[in-house]
């Protein structure tokens, strides 16, 4: 049984990445500050700031290929709308599948963050309560 020191902090490791939506890759790097400062203290400290670490990572790499998704249908996007510039302005043009492909990519951007928040959440609490918890979809980038 961790002690509940270990069990706060492992939940603060897991908790710090909602800093990454007010400072850009904070996602990141305050889990990777945390994991640094704490890893030493006990194993269940370095085992949940290993896992906190490779999951952010994972969904930011995750999130950059999905917004180079979205360049190929904006492209697209503009260079039809270049080419139909000698249209006349009654008649009504729109771009359906390039729009329907960067509000795609788009909404496949937002269930990802509402995927990583809720399991961000999941493991807090389970880091919390003295559980090892390993999050699905994570690349072992740290080992």
Do not use: C
Not at 54 to 70: E, H
Not at 100 to 108: A, M, N, P
Request: proline share 3%; charged share 15%.
């Amino acid at each position: 049984m961790e002690t509940t020191k270990d069990n706060s902090s492992a939940f603060l490791i897991h908790i710090s990445a909602f800093v990454g939506y007010f400072i850009p890759l904070g996602g990141v790097i305050a889990p990777l500050i945390f994991w640094q400062v704490k890893k030493d203290e006990s194993i269940f400290l370095d085992n949940h700031g290993k896992e906190a670490v490779n999951f952010n990572l994972s969904f930011l790499l995750y999130t950059f290929i999905l917004g180079l998704a979205i360049i190929p249908f904006a492209f697209g996007s503009i260079f039809n709308g270049l080419r139909n510039l000698d249209r006349s302005y009654d008649e009504f043009f729109f771009d359906f599948p390039n729009v329907f492909g960067v509000f795609g990519s788009l909404s496949l951007i937002g269930i990802l963050a509402i995927i990583r928040f809720v399991l961000i959440l999941l493991a807090a609490i389970k880091a919390n309560h003295g559980e090892e918890y390993r999050y699905p979809l994570t690349i072992k980038f740290v080992k």
